[in-house]
C-alpha cells in the first residue's frame, strides 16, 4: 500500500502548496464585494457560510463520478491512481478554481458567459447550446440509477416509473426554489454521509491491508477487455480527475461565497476531496477486483459489497443513501445551471416565478424525452451515458483553452493551463475517433489524429498570442 499513502499524502500536499501557488498566480482581493452582496436576490444571489458553500460544491461536483468512475477506471491499474493524483493536483483543481474565480470577478457569470469573453462570440454561441444539452444530459442519466434502486427496496407498486416521477418532483423544486431553502438544507447532511462512507473505507483499507499494485511493479494495463489506457482511462474517470461538469456548478457557489480568500477552500479544496474520494475507492475497486475477478461491470454491485462487507449494516445504508442522493442531487443543480445559462442568455430576470417556468418547461421536456428513450433498453441507457461522458471532458478542454487565453492576456503565468488544455485536447480527439460511439478507428491511427489535432491546437494559440503582443 505504500504507492497509495503516497498517491494520498501528494493530494493533501498539493492543495497546500500547487493551491497556493495557482491563488497567487490568479491574484484574490480580499477587499472585493463578491456578487453574493453585490447582486443579492435572494433566490440565487445569497451569501452562506463558507463551510456551507463548500460541502454544496464539493456534492454538486462529485455526484458518483469520483465512486463510479474510479471504480471502473480502477480495471486498468496503478495508472488509475497516477491519474486521480495528477488530474486532480494540476489539471481538475486548477480548472475548477480558476473558472470559478473568473465566475466570482464577473458578477456570477455562467460558464458559456466566461467561455465567450475569452474566446470569442461564435464560442459562446456554441457553449451555450453545447452546455445546456450536457446539463440535460446529466439530469437524465442521473434518474435511471436512484429510481431504480428506490424501487427495489420500496414495495412493487411503488415501481421505478413512480420513483422517476417523485426525483422530476424534486427536480422542479430544487431548480425553482431560492438555493437556500433545498440545497441549503439537505446538500451539506449527504455531503456529510459521502465524507463519512468514504472515510469509512480508508479506514478499512489499513484494517485490511490488502495487497494493492505498486509504482515498482509498472504500469500495465490490466483492464480485462485491453481497452486502451489512453484515452480511454481518461474519460472513464473524469470526476476526480478532471471534470468539465465542475465548471458549470461553479459558478452557483461564485454567486454565494461571501469573500475571494475563501475560494481556494472551496473551489480548489472540493475537487482535491473529490480526488481523494475516488482514490480511496479506486484502491477499494482493485481488492474487489483481486478477490473476485474483473468480470463485474456493475460498479454499484461493487459498492454494495464493499460497504456491506466492511461497514455491516450502518456502512450499507449510507451506500445506499449515496447512491441514491449524490446522483439527484448532481441533477438538480445541473437543472438549475440550465435554468441560469438559459437566462444570462435571453436576459430574463429570475425573480419572477413565471420567467423562471419559461425557462424551465422546455428543459424537462426535453430530459423526459431523453429518459423514455434510455429507459427501452441498457442499450439506449449506455449510449447516452457515453456521449454524456465524452461531452463532459470536451467541456473541460474549452474551459482550459479560455483559462489559458485569460491568463495569458493578463499576463499572468497561462503554462499552468495551457499543459492541461493540450492534454486533454489530445484526450477527447483521440477518444471521438477510437470509441464505438465515435468513427471506431484504430488505436494506432486515433492517437496519430488525437496527436495532430493538439499541435495545431498548439499552433494556433503560438499565433494568437504573438498577434496579440503586437497589438
Known amino acids: 500500500m505504500i504507492t497509495f499513502v503516497c498517491c494520498l499524502l501528494a493530494l493533501i500536499a498539493g492543495y497546500f502548496c500547487y493551491g497556493k501557488f495557482i491563488e497567487k498566480v490568479f491574484g484574490v482581493d480580499s477587499?472585493?464585494?463578491?456578487?453574493?452582496?453585490?447582486?443579492?436576490?435572494?433566490?440565487?444571489?445569497?451569501?452562506?457560510?463558507?463551510?456551507?458553500?463548500?460541502?454544496?460544491?464539493?456534492?454538486?461536483?462529485?455526484g458518483l463520478g469520483p465512486i463510479f468512475g474510479a471504480i471502473m477506471g480502477a480495471k486498468f491499474g496503478t495508472a488509475s491512481f497516477l491519474w486521480i493524483v495528477l488530474g486532480s493536483i494540476f489539471a481538475g483543481a486548477v480548472h475548477d478554481y480558476l473558472s470559478a474565480m473568473l465566475s466570482l470577478r464577473n458578477n456570477g457569470e455562467s460558464l458559456p458567459e466566461i467561455v465567450g469573453r475569452y474566446l470569442g462570440v461564435n464560442f459562446k454561441q456554441f457553449m451555450r447550446g453545447f452546455t445546456v444539452i450536457l446539463m440535460i444530459l446529466v439530469g437524465a442519466v442521473?434518474?435511471?440509477?436512484?429510481?431504480?434502486?428506490?424501487?427495489?427496496?420500496?414495495?412493487?407498486?411503488?415501481?421505478?416509473t413512480?420513483?422517476?416521477?417523485?426525483?422530476?418532483?424534486?427536480?422542479?423544486?430544487?431548480?425553482?426554489?431560492?438555493v437556500d431553502k433545498i440545497i441549503g438544507k439537505i446538500y451539506p447532511l449527504f455531503a456529510a454521509a459521502l465524507l463519512f462512507m468514504a472515510v469509512g473505507i480508508l479506514v478499512m483499507l489499513f484494517v485490511h491491508h490488502p495487497n494493492l499494485p505498486e509504482i515498482?511493479?509498472?504500469?500495465?494495463?490490466?483492464?480485462?477487455?485491453?481497452?486502451?489506457?489512453?484515452?480511454?482511462?481518461?474519460?472513464?474517470?473524469?470526476?476526480?480527475?478532471?471534470?468539465?461538469?465542475?465548471?458549470?456548478?461553479?459558478?452557483?457557489?461564485?454567486?454565494?461565497?461571501?469573500?475571494?480568500?475563501?475560494?481556494?477552500?472551496?473551489?480548489?479544496?472540493?475537487m482535491i476531496t473529490e480526488g481523494i474520494v475516488a482514490l480511496i475507492w479506486a484502491a477499494a475497486a482493485t481488492y474487489f477486483f483481486q478477490e473476485n475477478g474483473m468480470g463485474e461491470s456493475n460498479a454499484a454491485v461493487?459498492?454494495?459489497?464493499?460497504?456491506?462487507?466492511?461497514l455491516g449494516t450502518v456502512g450499507g445504508i449510507l451506500a445506499v443513501?449515496?447512491?441514491?442522493?449524490?446522483?439527484?442531487?448532481?441533477?438538480?443543480?445541473?437543472?438549475?445551471?440550465?435554468?441560469?445559462?438559459?437566462?444570462?442568455?435571453?436576459?430574463?430576470?429570475?425573480?419572477?416565478?413565471?420567467?423562471?417556468?419559461?425557462?424551465?418547461?422546455?428543459?424537462?421536456?426535453?430530459?423526459?424525452?431523453?429518459?423514455?428513450?434510455?429507459?427501452?433498453?441498457?442499450?439506449?441507457?449506455?449510449?447516452?451515458?457515453?456521449?454524456?461522458?465524452?461531452?463532459?471532458?470536451?467541456?473541460?478542454?474549452?474551459?482550459?483553452?479560455a483559462l489559458t487565453v485569460y491568463l495569458a492576456g493578463a499576463k499572468k503565468l497561462y503554462i499552468v493551463t495551457l499543459i492541461p488544455a493540450l492534454f486533454m485536447t489530445a484526450v477527447c480527439s483521440t477518444y471521438i475517433f477510437v470509441a464505438p460511439e465515435g468513427l471506431?478507428?484504430?488505436?494506432?491511427?486515433?492517437?496519430?489524429?488525437?496527436?495532430?489535432?493538439?499541435?495545431?491546437?498548439?499552433?494556433?494559440?503560438?499565433?494568437?498570442?504573438?498577434k496579440i503582443a503586437k497589438d
Open 321 to 401: 443513501l449515496g447512491v441514491i442522493a449524490a446522483p439527484i442531487t448532481s441533477g438538480d443543480t445541473a437543472f438549475r445551471s440550465a435554468r441560469l445559462i438559459v437566462a444570462d442568455f435571453l436576459h430574463l430576470e429570475q425573480r419572477s416565478i413565471s420567467k423562471r417556468l419559461v425557462i424551465c418547461i422546455p428543459l424537462f421536456l426535453v430530459a423526459i424525452g431523453l429518459l423514455l428513450y434510455s429507459q427501452k433498453d441498457q442499450a439506449g441507457f449506455d449510449m447516452i451515458w457515453r456521449y454524456f461522458a465524452w461531452c463532459n471532458q470536451t467541456l473541460a478542454v474549452f474551459t482550459l483553452w
Open 216 to 270: 515498482t511493479d509498472g504500469l500495465a494495463n490490466t483492464h480485462p477487455a485491453q481497452l486502451p489506457i489512453f484515452p480511454i482511462m481518461f474519460v472513464s474517470i473524469a470526476c476526480g480527475a478532471i471534470s468539465g461538469f465542475h465548471a458549470t456548478q461553479s459558478p452557483l457557489m461564485a454567486r454565494c461565497i461571501k469573500n475571494e480568500k475563501f475560494a481556494r477552500p472551496v473551489f480548489f479544496g472540493s
Open 440 to 466: 471506431g478507428l484504430g488505436v494506432g491511427i486515433s492517437q496519430t489524429i488525437g496527436a495532430i489535432v493538439t499541435v495545431l491546437s498548439l499552433v494556433f494559440f503560438i499565433i494568437w498570442k504573438r
Open 142 to 160: 442521473f434518474v435511471s440509477g436512484p429510481a431504480g434502486l428506490l424501487a427495489s427496496l420500496t414495495p412493487e407498486y411503488l415501481d421505478t
Open 31 to 62: 477587499q472585493r464585494q463578491t456578487p453574493a452582496y453585490a447582486s443579492q436576490d435572494g433566490l440565487d444571489y445569497i451569501p452562506l457560510p463558507s463551510w456551507k458553500v463548500f460541502m454544496i460544491q464539493f456534492l454538486n461536483i462529485a
Open 302 to 310: 461493487v459498492v454494495d459489497r464493499i460497504t456491506k462487507d466492511w
Open 162 to 178: 413512480f420513483w422517476i416521477v417523485v426525483v422530476f418532483i424534486y427536480y422542479i423544486l430544487a431548480t425553482l426554489l431560492p
